[in-house]
């Protein structure tokens, strides 16, 4: 998948991961490498690769400004799009509007890779996963991949655009207001120096 909605090749994937980090999830017992980012194609979107353990998951959440694509390149991996679950095999894909509740899991004895674009693709969003990703290799979430920190999962939530289901859902504007206290208490430069420097 590319910008024009063609299909990348593995040879192609091969050739845009040269070079660039790699992120570990501990925790999500995911990789991801930046394809492209949205500095490189002007914020229009962003391509990031996904190898995943096999158990690997992203619990339920949503963007309400970022669309997403998902193709599976390997293995099988159990996407869920609003109530919709469905096993994808490679090939599969899948569309995830904004506002739709989105998880993935591989539920298969093997790794599983896919290629997810993201339109648009706020800077922000590159350097909150980053992040993230950084916080729970350093043992700093939750089981559940929550930071530890309330402030830094507000302000991590803001940079994402990701939205939590249930309680969450009413917190909006009380983690606005923690964002706001985490950015003025330099979290965010803390995160930004420390993680994706």
């Known amino acids: 998948m590319d910008r024009t909605g063609e299909r990348i090749t593995d040879e192609q994937i091969t050739a845009l991961r040269a070079g660039r980090p790699q992120h570990r999830n501990p925790v999500q017992r995911d990789t991801i490498t930046w394809l492209r980012t949205g500095a490189e194609t002007g914020g229009e979107h962003a391509l990031l690769h996904v190898e995943v353990d096999p158990g690997g998951e992203v619990l339920a959440h949503y963007h309400r400004r970022i669309a997403m694509r998902l193709r599976v390149l390997e293995g099988t991996l159990r996407v869920q799009v609003g109530h919709v679950v469905r096993d994808l095999g490679p090939g599969g894909e899948v569309e995830v509007p904004e506002e ?42 939750r089981r559940d991949g929550r930071p530890r920190s309330l402030l830094r999962t507000a302000l991590l939530m803001q ?17 606005r207001v923690l964002a706001a206290v985490a950015a003025r208490r330099g979290m965010g430069r803390e995160l930004e120096q420390r993680y994706c420097g």
């Open 100 to 141: 739709h509740l989105f998880r993935w899991t591989n539920p298969a004895a093997a790794p599983a890779r896919f290629v997810v674009e993201l339109r648009p693709a706020p800077a922000c969003y590159e350097k909150g996963l980053t992040a993230l990703y950084g916080l729970a290799r350093d043992g700093r979430t």
């Open 159 to 175: 940079w994402t655009d990701i939205h939590l289901p249930g309680l969450y859902r009413w917190l909006g504007p009380l983690l």
